[in-house]
């Protein structure tokens, strides 16, 4: 029998049996619909950093700071590849949003398996491209003679480990389509959990030192896959993983490439801000190089959390404009922004006062610690800001704003961040660097209220 999902062609039977929760988008308050959908995807992105944490805490153990250098110059690669899994994972669930909000389920199971079919192809080519430029490209993030070793060891592993990364960043993105964040969540955190109690042993009992660590986030990654795509065969209704499903007319493709891009190249470009520091750092030897990673690991607690608030709710946001609910569109708006608000203040006091003492759990070297925390200070001048970019810039990929998503991802850590980072150093040298990402933050702010004000303007708001 087929239900009344009806014009889709898709019965309440199909994919496993599950019921979509329709009311959830439709009818739930809006800060319950956008919380219910947010919590899971925050609670697994702060566990992540958590187990991120737990990682550079391990190798901090080993009391080498060039160790610790090394396995910081790599982190780009990493930002990389969930970039790469952005086009597919966040592209694909744009629009899949607004396929469900005008009630074309058919279609939005088709562009789910379309995407896990690209995304671990993609993989498999950033696999190739890593192993076969990995020379050149551990000099362009700046290893030197005393970072390179640990710096190739930890490359190494993680190369290999590139196309399942990708991979799970289409699932957990999928299934907050259909309401079910928290399995999203489950499958994170069965991740994390696994990467947390192989770092011990991969690092130090097996004496693998960095490469231990990549290959503990590797494997992490393989296993949150295999949960993901269980998980899809047997909860999801909508959702699927069947590749004889993932054909798409090239009109669809385009339309997750149009978000998928710009929501990529925001990740692209955290990775080349990363990289660029990195360099800028080097002159001031292996401390700053150090402390600059562990600050970017503490500094991430706070920022994931804005992140997943604010990316959360986009299945609402996609859900209600493909439905025309301009009221409960602008309702959803509201709401984020006054939650990112007050979250960014908040982890900016906490994160001030706490600073010196938590640079103090990873290192015990004075020039780190002073290092760090002036790093994790700096970071925390234009949280607020970030928050009303990060919300924007989601409003721009569910409504399938592409400029509007694409200008936000090239300035806040792209064309404003490079042209601030060249300014401010040769301004103040090494203050001018840890200042160089709130001044572009303040710009790229400007860009997004601007931004917002037109697509508000354009439904009537």
């Known amino acids: 029998m087929r239900s009344a999902a009806g014009r889709s062609g898709i019965g309440a039977a199909g994919y496993g ?12 308050p809006v800060p319950k619909a956008y919380l219910k959908l947010a919590v899971p995807v925050v609670l697994a992105m702060v566990l992540g950093v958590v187990y991120n944490m737990v990682d550079t805490w391990f190798i901090s153990l080993t009391g080498k700071t060039d160790l610790v250098a090394g396995v910081s110059l790599c982190a780009p690669i990493f930002v990389l590849a969930i970039a ?62 005393q970072t390179l070793p640990y710096a190739r ?23 907050r389509t259909e309401g079910l964040a928290s399995l999203g969540m489950w499958g994170a955190v069965a991740g994390s959990l696994a990467n947390i109690a192989l770092d011990p042993l991969l690092i130090f009992a ?17 296993l949150s896959c295999g949960l993901y795509l269980w998980m899809i065969r047997k909860k999801c209704r909508v959702v699927t993983a069947d590749p004889r499903k993932a054909r798409l007319p090239r009109k669809m493709i385009g339309g997750v490439l149009l978000i998928g891009i710009p929501a990529s190249v925001t990740n692209i470009m955290s990775s080349l801000s990363m990289a660029v520091t990195n360099r800028y750092l080097t002159p001031f030897g292996s401390e700053a190089l150090a402390a600059m990673g562990i600050a970017m690991k503490i500094n991430m607690i706070s920022l994931m959390t804005i992140i997943g608030f604010a990316f959360g709710g986009q299945p609402l946001f996609g859900y209600c404009f493909g439905a ?3 009221k409960r569109f602008r309702q959803t708006a509201r709401f984020a922004y006054l939650l990112e608000a007050g979250l960014g203040a908040g982890f900016a006091v906490v994160l001030f006062l706490l600073a010196p003492w938590l640079m103090r759990l990873f290192m015990r ?8 925390t002036a790093m994790l200070c700096c970071m925390q001048i234009s949280s607020i800001l970030v928050g009303i970019t990060l919300v924007t810039t989601c409003i721009c990929q569910a409504v399938g704003h592409a ?3 694409l200008i936000l991802s090239l300035c ?47 439904q009537g708001g």
């Open 17 to 28: 049996g599950q019921t979509m929760q329709r009311d959830l988008f439709e009818r739930a």
């Open 84 to 145: 790469l899994g952005d086009i597919w994972g966040l592209g694909g669930s744009s629009l899949m949003s607004r396929l469900l909000g005008e009630k074309k389920d058919k279609d939005a199971g088709r562009v789910s398996a379309f995407c896990l079919c690209a995304a671990f192809l993609t993989g498999i080519v950033f696999l190739m491209v890593l192993l076969g430029f990995q020379d050149g490209i551990l000099a362009l993030l700046g290893a030197n003679e």
């Open 153 to 175: 060891d930890y490359y190494t592993c993680i190369a290999w480990g590139a196309p399942f990364i990708i991979l799970s960043m289409i699932p957990n993105n999928q299934l």
């Open 206 to 222: 097996l004496d693998m030192g960095a490469a231990g660590a990549a290959l503990a986030t590797s494997l992490s990654n393989l």
């Open 324 to 326: 025309g609910d301009r």
């Open 365 to 372: 070297d004075a020039l780190v610690i002073d290092d760090g």
């Open 403 to 405: 400029p509007g998503a």
């Open 412 to 458: 806040r850590q792209g064309a404003l961040f490079f042209a601030a980072i060249a300014a401010l150093s040769a301004l103040w040298g090494f203050t001018g660097i840890l200042l160089a990402q709130p001044a572009a933050d303040l710009a790229t702010g400007l860009i997004a209220l601007l931004l917002l004000r037109g697509i508000l303007k354009k």
